[in-house]
């Protein structure tokens, strides 16, 4: 079955410091991929999506992720982290009927002073 | 251009009650999808409706139901509630459905059920 997976659960970094989200999938064909940001108690937002070509996408916020297709990854990456994005990250992809988002779990990303 | 709206934000229900959930799409879109998100989880998808009619369906039992109106704005029908359909319940909204252009977000609802 598709699946989605976050294996970090939670992920604090200091301001000003890089940061990197993991995610994995699982598809037999090129997903469409995306990472959207939740802040608390507030709906989705959309960083960034991938469909086809090329493979680094950059995303609003300073936000970029990389499709790498050998490792079935779609890695989320922020040069310097401000404490604005502080906040839970999900990693998602459409499924083979194409009609619905499968989301990971989440990674809740905090920020140190 | 307006985003996807909810209505109500916060709703309390008893266990066993009915609920009705109200979602209007972007302007221009016609496809609406719902999504339950429980606590610490991710997003789990209900339902897609597409031009008025369902257009896939994940794992929730039938008290859970739809409908699109010509407009295609959407409300989403919860009966006999549970203590664990306590979730944000969230609608997103895009232009077409096999070629997802993108979702948009509403900002959810918050449904506690005691």
Known sequence: AQSVTQPDIHITVSEGASLELRCNYSYGATPYLFWYVQSPGQGLQLLLKYFSGDTLVQGIKGFEAEFKRSQSSFNLRKPSVHWSDAAEYFCASVGSSASKIIFGSGTRLSIRP | ?114
């Open chain 2, 1 to 114: 251009e307006t985003g996807v709206t909810q209505s109500p934000t916060h709703l309390i229900k008893t266990r066993g009650q009915q609920v009705t959930l109200r979602c209007s799409s972007q302007s221009g879109h016609n496809t609406v999808s719902w999504y339950q998100q429980a606590l610490g989880q991710g997003p789990q998808f209900i339902f897609q409706y597409y031009r008025e009619e369902e257009n896939g369906r994940g794992n929730f039992p039938p008290r859970f139901s739809g409908l699109q109106f010509p407009n295609y704005s959407s409300e989403l029908n919860v009966n006999a509630l549970e203590l664990d359909d306590s979730a944000l319940y969230l609608c997103a909204s895009s232009l077409e459905v096999r070629v997802p252009s993108g979702y948009t977000f509403g900002s959810g609802t918050r449904l506690t059920v005691v």
